[in-house]
């Protein structure tokens, strides 16, 4: 298998990705233009995917909705697929959320 082509389900990481990007505007903040940065990295077998964002690390957590809350389902989702997932201070200043997914391409 190609290193370009991972194993993983490429529709798993869209949606997380898609989620974390989601919570990143809408919950990021700075007084001036900012900009969400996206990386991901091989780390052996295992993908790890960062969103980067001008906002407090604080502020991110893992929240449990009611069945009728029509928000609070990102890092659940990201929870629940991942390998693992982790949050704090990014970098390049502001907050970094990550994810990592497991054999993502076959040793």
Known sequence: MAPYNPACSIDDCSLMISELVTNAIRYGHADEPWLVRVEWFRVGTALRIEVHNPGFPANVRLRHPDANDAHGRGLLLVDSIAESWHSGPSRFGGTVV???????WPS
Do not use: K
Request: hydrophobic fraction near 70%.
């Open 98 to 104: 990550s994810f990592v997914v497991a054999d993502a």
